[in-house]
Every structure is written in structure tokens, then in C-alpha cells.
């Protein structure tokens, strides 16, 4: 067994000043978030992503490679799964030199119940936060699919002198929408907030769930933070928290500029509907997706069973091929006979003979029968589609029976028989 250390793990390189040490990470992965749909038996956080990563897993990576080791894990909503993929494909570090990633659910003490919100969370555990000696936070909004190195953005938290630093997006017309937008003078600092969105223009720079804080600052703020927003879920901590700075020097770091070592390929999404779901899948498939998997050193980890390949077969009646186009297919996926075209197939998915799956994303174990079709679907797991059953061809039957998105996404739900 490898034993896993500073100079074995990704991050930081020999000789360079070690920010990340000084940053205790809080993801967050408390809320049920969207689509419904998908989380309806899990967190957002633990919702499959991309064949065989899961939510979750982006934003641990970027935390991986970032150099950052000590990381609390916020969980409340159904988060079994969630804790569960922590413990099979997260348990990397070494705690004998401090570092952890640890799920933290409601502690129940004296003066909290359930997370009521981000600010509630950081608020019952803030004892966690004193006695860390760490003197910045950085928050994570863990239901987001990105790539970014943590360790440029806190360098230039400290170049600013920040006590609160944003990361910021760029919204256009095109990409995920945004509550409010972030108004930044030229010499980084943030000067205003504009929202709701249908009162100004649809582009500009909006938070994507990152932000840098200060420890002392954030301790000082605490309790003013809490009676603002009354402890509410619905409250954003990241507007909260930059309307009531008043002469605090918040700043906003431009994600996908130059900085860092990962290649900005600047995609960045929420996840935040079924549809959106399924085009973050369907951007995979491209010639050259917006989302680039296959950058050497900066790869995303996650937890992967023990197997077999993926693999096609000929139909054991018709002796038709087993054959998929433009796909990506987890292992032990098995095509026997059937045909899979612009779709993405989870671990352990099985289609039989004469089968057509097209524009389809396949959760674990799903089973597609002989002669079955799919089309512009998501499955969840352990769903079996009966021999010869048709998924995604008739709207109306599609939504006698399940989910429909707006643009006809149909959803079958996990354990569905078909």
C-alpha cells in the first residue's frame, strides 16, 4: 500500500511559500439543490457526473491539486451517499501531519439545531474555526462543476490585502444564469452588487460560490452576519456577507485569467436544471468540450469499484455488433448488440441485443433489454428498461410516466422497472 505524504500528493511544489497551510477549506454540501429531479435520494454534491465522477469530486480536486489538506465537509440533506463516497475514494491524507478530509453534519450542541444556512453552519462550528490555526477560510460552494487552482486565487488574496476576496465569472448571454452580478473597479475592489438580474443587463461578473475570508475578519462579522439574515437558508452567504463589509476591502479575482496552473478552459456550471444537466453531458461529447478532463496533472479523483473493462459484444441471437459512437462509456459498461450513440454510460451499465441508445445519460447498473430505445434521457440508477419499452419518442406518454424538462429531457427515476 502507498503511503500517501506532502511530497507524494499533487499541490504544492518543493520550495515554494506554502499559502495553502494557512487555509482551512469549508466545502458546502448541505442543501438538496438542483435539479429535483436528481436529488431526490442524494445531495447535489453526490450526484453522478460525467459517467464516473460525482459532483463533489471538482471541487475536492481543485482542492487536491491546490495544496489545500485540511478540509471540513458541511452535510445535512440525505448526505449517506455523500459521506459514503467521501470514505471510499477521499481518504488520501495523512493525519499524523494534520491533514483531513472530514464530513461535518450537525453537531447538535448547546446553542444550534439543523444548518439553518452557510452563516448558521460556520456560526455552531465556529469553535472549529478558532482553535485552527489557520488565519483564512475558504468557502466552496460544492454542488459546482470547474477547475481552478485555490493557490493563485489566495495568493492574490494576500497581494490585495483583502479581508474578503470573491472568485468571479464572467456571465454572458449564453452561459448559467445569476441572482445578482458584482460591480469591480479597475483596481479589483468590489463596489456594488446589481441584481435581481430581469432589472439590468444579463452580462458581467458574478460570484461562483468561492470567496476568501479573512479569519479574524469572519469571527468579528459572525454574530452581525447571523441577524442579518436571520439564519435563513435562503439568505446568500456571498451578498450577505459583501453588503454588510461596508469598509471591509472585499476584492474580486476573474476566474480563467492567467493565473494558475490548471488550463483555463473557464467552464464553469451549477448544474442548476435538468436541462442544464443534461447540455453539461452533451458538451463532454464535443470535438473539443468546454470542460477539459484530460489536462496531465491536474486529473479529477473520485472513487472507482474493482470493474472489468467496458466492453462490446456481438448479440448472442441476431450476432449483430456491439458498437458505440462518440460516447463515454465507465467500466464494466457492456454493449451486447445493442448500438450507443452521443450518450454517456455510468459503471456496470448492460445493453442487450438490437438496442438503441442515443443522446442518453445512464446512471450505475442501469439495464437496457433487447430491442429497448432511448432517446435525449437520463436514467438513474439500477432503472430496468424492458425489452422492446420506447423512452424519449412520445411527449405525452413520457409524461404520464415521468419527468419532463422543458426542452424534453426525460428523467426516469433510481429503481424504476420500466
Known amino acids: 500500500m502507498r503511503i500517501l505524504t506532502r511530497a507524494t500528493l499533487p499541490g504544492i511544489a518543493e520550495g515554494e511559500i506554502d499559502v495553502p497551510s494557512e487555509t482551512l477549506t ?3 454540501a448541505t442543501e438538496r439543490g438542483a435539479p429535483a429531479e436528481l436529488t431526490e435520494e442524494r445531495t447535489k454534491a453526490a450526484v453522478p457526473f460525467g459517467g464516473k465522477y460525482r459532483v463533489v469530486d471538482f471541487s475536492l480536486a481543485n482542492c487536491l491539486h491546490s495544496g489545500l489538506r485540511q478540509i471540513l465537509v458541511l452535510t445535512q440533506y440525505r448526505s449517506h451517499s455523500l459521506h459514503k463516497h467521501l470514505r471510499d475514494g477521499w481518504s488520501l491524507f495523512n493525519a499524523e501531519l494534520g491533514e483531513f478530509i472530514t464530513p461535518l453534519p450537525p453537531q447538535m450542541r448547546a446553542d444550534g439545531g439543523w444548518y439553518l444556512g452557510l452563516v448558521d453552519a460556520l456560526r455552531q462550528n465556529r469553535y472549529l474555526i478558532e482553535r485552527n490555526p489557520a488565519r483564512r477560510l475558504l468557502l466552496l460552494d460544492g454542488g459546482a462543476v470547474y477547475r481552478m487552482d485555490y493557490a493563485e486565487l489566495l495568493r492574490f488574496h494576500d497581494e490585495q490585502q483583502a479581508q474578503v476576496t470573491a472568485a468571479l465569472r464572467t456571465v454572458t448571454e449564453n452561459s448559467a444564469p445569476s441572482a445578482y452580478r458584482v460591480e469591480c473597479s ?14 439590468h443587463s444579463p452580462t458581467g461578473l458574478a460570484p461562483m460560490g468561492v470567496l476568501v475570508i479573512g479569519k479574524d475578519y469572519l469571527l468579528e462579522q459572525l454574530d452581525h452576519l447571523v441577524r442579518v439574515g436571520n439564519g435563513h437558508a435562503e439568505m446568500d452567504f456571498v451578498a450577505t456577507l459583501l453588503q454588510a463589509s461596508g469598509a471591509a476591502r472585499a476584492v474580486g479575482y476573474r476566474f480563467g485569467g492567467e493565473r494558475g496552473r490548471v488550463s483555463q478552459d473557464g ?6 436544471s435538468v436541462d442544464a444537466y443534461y447540455q453539461a453531458h452533451m458538451s463532454l461529447l464535443e ?15 473520485t472513487y472507482q469499484g474493482q470493474y472489468p473493462p467496458a466492453r462490446t459484444v456481438p448479440g448472442p441471437n441476431s450476432g449483430n455488433e456491439g458498437v458505440f459512437v462518440n460516447s463515454m462509456l465507465a467500466s464494466g459498461a457492456l454493449i451486447c448488440g445493442g448500438a450507443v450513440n452521443r450518450s454517456v454510460l455510468s459503471p456496470c451499465v448492460k445493453v442487450d441485443d438490437g438496442a438503441i441508445v442515443d443522446g442518453a445519460i445512464l446512471f450505475d447498473r442501469v439495464h437496457v433489454g433487447a ?5 435525449r434521457c437520463i436514467l438513474d440508477k439500477d432503472v430496468v428498461v424492458s425489452p422492446g419499452a420506447r423512452i424519449g419518442f412520445d411527449r405525452k406518454e413520457d409524461r404520464a410516466r415521468f419527468s419532463v424538462s422543458p426542452e424534453g429531457v426525460v428523467v426516469v427515476p433510481k429503481d424504476a422497472r420500466v
Do not use: C, K, M
Open 26 to 28: 469549508f466545502l458546502v
Open 186 to 199: 479597475e483596481d479589483h475592489r468590489i463596489t456594488g452588487l446589481l441584481g435581481p438580474i430581469g432589472e
Open 267 to 272: 467552464y464553469w456550471s451549477d448544474l442548476g
Open 287 to 301: 470535438a473539443r468540450p468546454a470542460l477539459d478532463l484530460y489536462q496531465p496533472g491536474w486529473n479529477i479523483l
Open 371 to 375: 430491442g429497448a430505445e432511448l432517446n
